[in-house]
């Protein structure tokens, strides 16, 4: 078996295979080397698609619950942990099936087993099946993951906890859980035990809940998930968690005073850091910083030829920007093996966007009010509230607002977010309209069927070309 290639591509994952289809395109000798147990990686194992899938089990429950409100006579009668997971698992196998057989369909080796560089340009792979194999290669893309981040609090370990990966194939549904953690999957998790019914306490070690987004929109986040019933504690320190009389107890300051929390279960979200580990990078010369591999805007590391994509060297853990930074690193690894014209790609996070699907849903695209000033940047922001808005009024769903952000000479859009209704859905055409370079007033000026959810954002579009 010939054992060199141009391309290893480490890690068979969202990024991964995205990186490893676009060379094998191109006409790179290209190997797939994934050493996790099951095939898929994180967004179709243990991310994206489970946690979905619980979350329309819990959209469901909520729709149940406020049947009346809408002259409807149902009951809510609890939720089947076990159906859940069963049909988690039908439709996550499904997906899983799938990128296998994309990894398995020959257009490059696919290998199964751990590798770790010797040096530079050979890896060591140990196999599943306990074979060893040394391969070579001109280029590698490393694209492992995460796992979850490991941050110690007293007498946790102890106490007993779930994690997002147990939690999104557990068929448990507690009556009352403690989610430590503010983040996107700590939120997404939270709405989804609310809504099945749960009692649900977050504690978040910062001041504002989903770090990622301004203070107005965690702000809205944070008032809509109360009203909902989670309570919230911000601005904390968790000083340890114990067992008392069968329930779990997580003790905390909060403003100053020692308070504590007790609960049937507690759900372990503070994050996720690089799957670096067992790669041996120290071998390879590669440099990791505090985020995980140091690169450049080209996907390559301090080495050249090495590059990396997705969780292993952010700076988002968003699963599409992984799936771009596969497929440039993969075109960029072709140029310099001479395989493609051109100069090196860059990547462009003008239009990055990042979506929270708890209830009501979180979504974001481009610049932040404070990413904007921090570049110095004139600018002028918007909003128009969805409790005026006709269609979200009918559909009952009136908490949160929609933002725009604009350079003030030119009122081109910077970035927008949104709290409300299908705000992963909405916040696509403001994707667009930045694709094609769009100024508010050039928004506000196209047409919006009414009553429609997508004509809100004619609202601040006005507003700004207005002033």
Request: hydrophobic share 40%; aromatic share 6%.
């Amino acid at each position: 078996m010939n054992d060199s290639f141009d391309l290893i591509v480490i890690g068979g994952g969202s990024a991964g295979y995205a990186g490893a289809a676009t060379a094998a395109r191109l006409g790179l000798k290209t190997a797939v080397i994934e050493g996790g147990a099951d095939v898929g990686g994180l967004c179709i194992l243990r991310g994206c698609m489970p946690s979905k899938t619980l979350l329309e089990s819990a959209n469901r429950a909520e729709s149940i619950r406020r049947a009346g409100e809408f002259g409807l006579r149902a009951e809510y009668f609890g939720a089947d942990g076990t159906a859940i997971r069963a049909r988690k698992r039908r439709l996550i196998g499904e997906f899983a099936d799938y990128r296998r057989q994309q990894l398995e369909d020959g257009r490059f080796e696919f290998i199964r087993g751990q590798a770790t560089f010797a040096d530079a340009h050979h890896v060591e792979v140990r196999l599943r099946d306990g074979g060893l194999r040394r391969l070579q290669a001109r280029a590698f893309l490393l694209a492992t993951g995460s796992v979850i981040k490991q941050v110690n609090v007293p007498g946790l370990h102890d106490t007993g906890f779930l994690t997002s990966d147990e939690v999104l194939d557990s068929d448990r549904i507690p009556e009352s859980i403690i989610v430590l953690g503010g983040g996107a999957i700590a939120l997404e998790l939270a709405s989804f035990y609310t809504g099945v019914g749960s009692r649900v306490t977050v504690i978040q070690r910062s001041e504002q809940l989903l770090k990622e987004v301004d203070a107005d929109v965690a702000e809205a986040v944070t008032e809509a998930l109360e009203h909902r019933g989670v309570k919230i504690f911000r601005g904390t320190e968790l000083l340890g968690a114990k067992r008392v009389d069968g329930r779990k107890r997580v003790d905390f300051t909060h403003e100053g005073q020692e308070r504590s929390v007790e609960a049937e279960e507690i759900l372990y979200a503070l994050g996720r850091t690089p799957n670096l580990a067992s790669l041996g990078l120290d071998q390879a010369g590669v440099v990791i910083g505090r985020k995980g591999i140091e690169i450049e805007t080209s996907q390559q590391s301090r080495v050249v030829h090495i590059f990396a994509a997705g969780d292993v060297c952010g700076p988002f853990e968003i699963v599409h920007l992984a799936v771009q930074q596969g497929e440039l690193a993969a075109r960029n690894a072709a140029r310099l093996l001479g395989r493609l014209g051109g100069k090196m790609e860059t990547m462009d996070y003008r239009l990055k966007l990042f979506a929270v699907f708890t209830h009501p849903e979180v979504a974001a695209v481009g610049l932040t009010e404070r990413e904007a000033a921090q570049q110095g940047l004139e600018f002028r922001t918007a909003r128009y509230p969805f409790a005026d808005h006709g269609k979200s009024i009918v559909r009952g769903e009136t908490h949160g607002f929609v933002k725009l952000i604009a350079a003030r000479e030119t009122g081109r859009i910077l970035g927008a977010a949104c709290v409300g209704p299908e705000a992963a859905e909405l916040i696509h055409e403001i994707v667009v309209a930045m694709h094609f370079g769009a100024a508010a007033g050039d928004l506000a000026r196209i047409p919006h069927y009414h009553p429609t959810l997508s004509e809100i954002w004619t609202y601040p579009a006005e507003e700004l070309a207005e002033s």
